[in-house]
Nanobody, 120 residues
């Protein structure tokens, strides 16, 4: 009964910035790991960044130095600040969340995705 929804995608020029949001809903006891993944046409889905419940972050080499992942546990929301965007960043970005709902049941959910297009 947990749902995650991404927002914030859109069209941006090279060098521009976007901030993606992922909001979780449901009777959630705790969200453990969260992450952003992306998939470009004709390519496999790839990891962009992850963040644990305690705030530990990891980034793909392609995102390091340009992207920042964060979370607001009170709002059950995760963010991805993307700066210095490049055309190769164009993809559908997906939110992923793992945790516990109803105090004792594991969940593993993917969002519907939000399109990010970097083009002039």
């Amino acid at each position: 009964q947990v749902q995650v929804v991404e927002s914030g995608g859109g069209l941006v020029q090279p060098g521009g910035s976007l901030r993606l949001s992922c909001a979780a809903s449901g009777i959630i006891f705790r969200i453990n790991d969260m992450g952003w993944y992306r998939q470009a046409p004709g390519k496999q889905r790839e990891l962009v960044a992850t963040i644990t419940n305690s705030g530990t972050t990891k980034y793909a080499d392609s995102a390091k130095g340009r992207f920042t992942i964060s979370r607001d546990n009170a709002k059950k929301t995760m963010y991805l600040q993307m700066n210095s965007l490049k055309p190769e960043d164009t993809a559908v970005y997906y939110c992923h969340a793992k945790g516990i709902y109803y105090s004792s049941v594991d969940f593993d959910r993917w969002g519907q995705g939000t399109q990010v297009t970097v083009s002039s």
